[in-house]
């Protein structure tokens, strides 16, 4: 099983839309999480750490489940701009880091 | 504010010649400092990390090195580039007990 994994997608949705990406990770002890946004041939960004009580920016809330070992990003009111991958990354203590493969997200006119 | 550079932002080269990639940040002292190869279509792999000057760490025994001469510079190297070696080159920061991780622009290596 890998360490993180996430759907390669990609997700097509019309603008407006309510989508939702999902993240698994294998290692209970993992103690920190972030969504980044990746767009083509550029570096990835931060877009938002996930926090245990879950939280939320504007259109975009990042949930936590320890129990089942997932994280989640919901992007609310999808804009054309949202279009790029969203990259889940697990911090496992230290200076590990594990990076999942990206979600790909196409927002349609 | 913190910001990260790298350059170049691409580079050709052919098998068997040297590398040097640089890294600086800026806004920052003693950041913990990361390399990381991005292939196409694939996560990102942790090559090094630094949590101080002259301090390297290795994730992955391949035919890259890496230096760190100064508080806030990084640098990637190799004596000989392979085919493999091309890909996405990502140098990213930390700060202090922070874990969130920022990277810079990246480069686009290619070996022909």
């Known amino acids: 099983r890998k360490e993180v994994e996430q759907d390669p997608g990609p997700f097509n949705v019309p603008e407006g839309a309510t989508v939702a990406f999902n993240c698994t990770y294998s290692n209970s002890a993992s103690q920190s999480f972030f969504w980044y946004r990746q767009d083509c041939r550029k570096e990835p960004k931060l877009l938002m750490s996930?926090?245990?009580s879950g939280n939320e920016d504007g259109r975009f809330t990042a949930q936590l489940n320890r129990a089942s070992q997932y994280i989640s990003l919901l992007i609310r009111d999808s804009k054309l701009s949202d279009s790029a991958t969203y990259l889940c990354?697990?911090?496992?203590?230290?200076?590990?880091?594990?990076f999942g493969t990206g979600t790909r997200l196409k927002v349609l006119a | 504010s913190q910001t990260i550079h790298q350059w170049p932002a691409t580079l050709v080269q052919p098998v068997g010649s040297p590398l040097s990639l640089e890294c600086t940040v800026e806004g920052t002292s003693n950041p913990n400092l990361y390399w990381y190869r991005q292939a196409a279509g694939r996560g990102l792999q942790l090559l090094f990390y630094?949590?101080?000057?002259?301090?390297i760490s290795s994730e992955v025994p391949q035919n890259l090195s890496a230096s760190r001469p100064q508080d806030r510079q990084f640098i990637l190297s190799s004596k000989k580039l392979l085919l493999s070696d091309s890909g996405f080159y990502l140098c990213?920061?930390?700060?202090?007990?922070?874990?969130?991780?920022?990277f810079g622009p990246g480069t686009r290596l290619t070996v022909l």
């Open positions: 990354v697990v911090n496992e203590g230290t200076y590990k880091y594990i």
């Open positions: 990213a920061w930390s700060g202090g007990i922070a874990v969130t991780q920022y």
């Open positions: 630094s949590v101080g000057i002259g301090q």
């Open positions: 996930v926090y245990s």
